[in-house]
């Protein structure tokens, strides 16, 4: 780590390029370099991953550097931050009081954060859509605005198709096509929150089969005729070969 912070002195200092970032300028790349670490965990090359982790490892060192730089805080207060936000998050294994007790991670996250108008407040405005529809679900769930059951979702789930096909069927334009849409999209959220599972990674699964599935169809069609020279009977067959 002397190493790292050592390197990231000497580039501030000497190249041309660093010298001149800042935190706007850093933060698209530190996304960039989270999302490669996920694809290197989804393709499970952990050669990749190292590399991966140490990209978004410079990224953490580079916004630290920025911050002490400008009197605000160091890597030191980065981590002390942590290790006494992840102790306080896991009283289950810290507390021996709590010991065995399913941690409530909702109720002791709403309890750091400063007494707001709303339970919706703090949320990061950059998160992706999907993630972002996530934690609204879950602040609100963790204030009793939720359904009993599973049950309720589904019967959502119905109601916004039907409203997205009575959208469809009106005269009332592409807006109201895609508020009707975007409501479908944050139910079929809900729903994988309710069922416990991340809609990230299940759309992430759905995107690597559809690619696989259509490769096959590709290398089953042959070089004689293209895919757009099938008819659609032809192509759901293939679609048919390729899943089996």
């Known amino acids: ?11 501030r200092q000497d190249c041309p390029w660093d010298r001149v970032q800042t935190f706007e300028t850093i933060a698209p790349c530190t996304i960039e370099e989270a999302y490669e670490v996920a694809d290197a965990i989804a393709r499970e090359d952990f050669d990749a991953l190292r590399d991966e982790l140490g990209d978004l490892l410079f990224q953490v060192a ?6 002490n730089e400008r009197g605000h805080f160091d890597i ?13 998050r896991h009283p289950h294994v810290f507390e021996p009081s709590a010991a065995g ?10 309890a750091e954060r400063p007494r707001a108008a709303s339970a919706l407040d703090g949320l990061a405005t950059a998160l992706p859509p999907l993630a972002k529809a996530a934690k609204l679900q879950r602040r ?16 959502k789930l119905d109601e916004e198709i039907a409203e997205l096909r009575e959208a469809l069927e ?3 334009g592409t ?35 559809f690619e696989q599935r259509f490769r096959r169809m590709e290398s ?8 757009e020279e099938r008819t659609p009977e032809e192509l759901d067959d293939l679609w048919e070969q390729a899943k089996e």
């Open 1 to 11: 780590m002397e190493r790292l912070f050592g390197l990231m002195a000497r580039l």
């Open 62 to 67: 580079f916004h630290a550097h920025l911050a």
């Open 76 to 88: 030191e207060d980065v981590v002390e931050s942590i290790l006494d936000k992840m102790i306080r």
């Open 101 to 110: 007790e399913r941690p409530e991670w909702e109720r002791i996250k709403a």
């Open 140 to 155: 609100a769930a963790a204030v009793g605005f939720d359904w009993p059951d599973v049950e309720g979702v589904f019967a």
């Open 170 to 172: 009106g005269e009332e």
């Open 175 to 209: 807006q109201r096509v895609e508020s009707e849409l975007g409501d479908l999209l944050f139910t079929c959220v809900n729903l994988a929150r309710r069922l416990d599972l991340n809609c990230d990674r299940a759309l992430a699964g759905a995107n690597r089969r």
């Open 220 to 227: 089953l069609t042959g070089r004689e005729r293209r895919l």
